[in-house]
């Protein structure tokens, strides 16, 4: 190793330790971290939970520069940026929820302050205010996550993502780190194609998981068997449920049985997620009921148990959420419980969530008059969107609805982003001249509204966020009598308040066309539906093969060939036990044959018709343990 290359060895490693106090990374991040300090444009393949971020954040702190994310994962953003800040690292997130002089303000400190991570969501990346500030930013790399987005044969392709290029080509020496936990081969030459590579190159890190144990259990009593796995495996568990009322009619089952349960759900209020969450994470609940909206940010490494009360629409999913289990290293289990009418429930659901185009175009009809955005009106604005309330004032199911709003994504028209916090904003929607008439003889408020005026600029040309506990101390009410006192204005039209909440965002990526304007790519459709299909279908051979290794099958799904048997799975259980049975019956065989008399070998070989190599190990083994001995005319014989 070159003098220079030692001495950036010793800095990552430095950089390793300074910040997240490890020794050593883990394997497969330093080749990849390698290749980013030597300015390769790399694809990683990646397993969930398996350090991706140290691969960017990592090189980023140990040079000079600023490293721009891409990732369509707002709360991974927030949560990121919110670790790098409590480590002392300058990060800023650029997403569908800030304000545009929020966003003005983080693009200026990437450009003259001394930021080193720029989060940014992908549809960011069209607004002219990123374009304006990108060429001045000093970029040292270009990390891209979820990267098999960029892929229309991906299994999740967003149009927004191709607009990376656009940002390869205005920084065209800046290498690009693109990381995927799954890519075929035709998603991974698609990725490196649309990321202007300037040659292939993968690195590709195991999906092996030596300490977790893969079982699937074929039931119609999926109760029974969940309660045989949580009382022989000590420890804190998560079962995975669909449905919200599942969710809860289980968690109070279990609770009827002595154990400890908690559900949670996205129908939770904020904060009651945030305590169960704790909870669970604290050991004062050992198990959690879940949807899989309990993921994000589980940093809990003594996992011993993952059970799948309902089938996975795909292995990419089940292997996310199954790897939540073990991370400490320690011996922990992942079942899937499947009953005879789970395949028949989701092909069900799979033909209501694939609706007629024109069903795709009335939803995009009603979301807009819902939202209130007119004809002409609304590119790059982004709305507070509660999926639920359209539903239930629509009457149309939800699955419906997230089919059509991803057709809707692929095509071009609108994002969904998942669900985020949103500060409370207000918008003053009447002059000044006219604000001043109404604020007299008006005294709560004229003194709320003097207040407003003094703590935020710019609320009558755009949606201002506010706090209302600052407002409160300033204007000496209490927080509840200033939320009383916004909603008041707020039914006087002198302004416009949303109340802080927590809900997704639905982005316009372009302005809202008439319905007859509406193109759904038949292609894209159809696309979609296959796709669906195919991983749903490997989801069906992964619960119903008796004969492979479990994490064989995960690993090969994703890419790896070479996998080896991990001898723990329910499947390798079987097969050892096989083998020990026919083992024992070859032996007894044999015992049986040199009683009646004494036998070479070959003698063996033509009275017993197991394979000759297997009858040749098992007298080696006899002889071994004692059973049988061999005569000086190499005869064998049986030992009593």
């Known amino acids: 190793m070159s003098e220079q290359n030692n001495r950036i060895k010793q800095r990552l490693a430095a950089t390793l330790e300074k910040y997240w106090g490890y020794k050593q990374f883990r394997p497969g991040q330093e080749a990849i971290i390698d290749s980013v300090m030597a300015g390769r444009d790399t694809l990683a393949l990646m397993p969930t939970g398996g350090g991706k971020s140290l691969t960017y954040q990592v090189p980023t702190l140990a040079r000079e520069g600023l490293c721009i994310v891409i990732t369509p994962l707002i709360a991974l953003m927030k949560d990121q940026v919110d670790r790098l800040r409590q480590m002392g690292i300058a990060a800023v997130a650029i997403h569908s929820g800030l304000s545009y002089t929020q966003i003005d303000i983080a693009l200026d400190n990437c450009v003259y302050g001394d930021m080193k991570f720029l989060y940014i969501a992908p549809e960011r990346l069209a607004t002219e205010a990123f374009r304006l500030r990108i060429e001045r930013m000093r970029v040292s790399l270009i990390a891209v996550d979820e990267a098999h987005c960029i892929s229309q044969w991906g299994y999740d392709f967003r149009p927004s993502y191709l607009r990376i290029a656009e940002v390869r080509e205005r920084l065209p020496n800046v290498p690009i780190l693109a990381l995927t936990a799954s890519a075929t081969k035709l998603v991974a030459d698609d990725i490196m194609h649309h990321l202007g590579f300037a040659e292939p190159h993968i690195l590709r890190s195991s999906f092996a998981r030596p300490n977790l144990s893969y079982a699937v259990r074929h039931t119609d009593d999926k109760t029974e068997q969940l309660m045989r796995v949580i009382d022989n495996v000590p420890g804190s568990g998560i079962v995975y449920m669909r449905s919200r009322e599942g969710c809860e009619q289980l968690a109070e089952t279990l609770r009827s049985q002595g154990i400890s349960a908690s559900y949670y759900h996205a129908g939770l209020p904020h904060v009651e997620r945030s305590i169960r969450q704790e909870e669970w994470a604290s050991g004062k609940v050992r198990v959690m009921v879940a949807t899989n909206a309990f993921g994000m940010g589980i940093d809990k490494a003594d996992v011993r148990f993952v059970v799948h009360y309902a089938m996975c629409d795909s292995l990419e999913s089940y292997y996310q959420e199954a790897g939540r289990a073990g991370r400490d290293g320690k011996r922990s289990y992942a079942v899937l419980l499947t009953s005879s009418d789970d395949q028949s429930k989701i092909e069900k659901r799979f033909d209501a ?272 343990e004692g059973k049988i001995s061999a005569s000086i005319s190499g005869k064998l014989i049986i030992i009593e």
Not at 456 to 480: K, L
């Open 353 to 624: 969530e694939f609706p007629p185009l024109d069903d795709v175009k009335m939803i995009y009809e009603k979301i807009c008059d819902y939202l209130q955005i007119a004809i002409g009106d609304g590119q790059y604005a982004s709305h507070i969107f509660n999926l639920h309330d359209f539903c239930q004032r629509e009457r149309i199911y939800v699955g419906k609805v997230r089919a059509a709003l991803a057709l809707l994504e692929q095509n071009g028209y609108m994002t969904l982003t998942e669900e985020m916090e949103n500060p409370a904003k207000i918008h003053f929607c009447i002059s000044r001249d006219e604000l001043y008439r109404i604020r007299v003889g008006r005294n709560e408020l004229d003194h709320i509204i003097r207040t407003l005026l003094r703590l935020y600029n710019g609320v009558f040309t755009e949606f201002r966020p506010i706090d209302e506990p600052t407002i409160a101390s300033h204007s000496g009410y209490t927080v509840e009598k200033v939320k009383e006192l916004l909603k008041r204005m707020w039914q006087l039209r002198i302004i416009r308040y949303i109340p802080s909440n927590t809900s997704p965002m639905l982005f316009m990526d372009e302005e809202r066309l008439p319905i007859k304007d509406i193109y759904i790519s038949p292609k894209t459709y159809l696309h979609r539906k296959e796709l669906m299909h195919e991983r749903f279908s490997s989801m069906l051979h992964y619960a119903d093969c008796q004969t492979v290794c479990r994490s064989v099958i995960l690993q090969r799904y994703f890419g790896d060939e070479q996998a080896t048997p991990c001898g723990v799975c329910d499947t390798c259980l079987a097969a050892k036990r096989r083998q020990r049975n026919d083992e024992q019956s070859l032996q007894e065989s044999i015992a049986y044959h040199l009683r009646e008399e004494e036998m070479t070998v070959r003698e063996l070989c033509h009275k017993i018709k197991n394979d000759p190599e297997q009858i040749a190990a098992a007298v080696d083994k006899m002889l071994t």
